[in-house]
């Protein structure tokens, strides 16, 4: 997972580990959310609907083929800021950049370079999970790395 490692620290000046870079964890909290409304502070990230919830969105949004990359096992394809923040919508790269005390633009480009990886890696086989708890067991299996 070197790419991924490597970008991260790009991110983050070259600083701390996957554990330390709040956008990372964002991401993360992205992919593992279960989509129901539970109670903490989830705010933003309550409504994604976890990893099949954001594949869905770039599907209904016209840009299924970038998130079909990202699964399968071939190149992944880039999603630029603007992309993003159309999928996913300016209100919830909003609340994520004001959570994190950056601009909408720094959010959106950040999770532009994180997430394509972030899904490749908790898609290893080109399929997506088939429960909710594979999805979390290879985020926690990530951040042991």
């Known amino acids: 997972m070197g790419l991924l490692d490597g970008l991260i620290g790009n991110l983050m000046g070259g600083a701390g580990g996957s554990g330390s870079n709040p956008l990372l964890q964002i991401a993360m909290q992205m992919l593992a959310n279960k989509g129901g409304g539970g109670a903490g502070g989830g705010g933003a990230l309550d409504s994604m609907g976890g990893l099949s919830g954001i594949i869905n969105a770039f599907q209904q949004g ?16 880039p999603v630029s800021a603007d992309q993003l923040t159309q999928i996913l919508g300016s209100g919830k790269i909003g609340e994520i950049a004001s959570q994190l005390g950056m601009s909408n633009s720094d959010a959106a480009g950040g999770l ?9 890696h908790v898609t290893p086989n080109g399929q997506m999970p088939a429960s909710h708890s594979m999805v979390e067991d290879a985020l926690a299996m990530f951040l042991k790395k």
């Open 62 to 77: 016209g840009l299924g083929h970038i998130a079909d990359s990202w699964v399968g096992t071939g190149e992944n394809l």
């Open 112 to 120: 532009a370079k994180i997430l394509p990886e972030l899904i490749n």
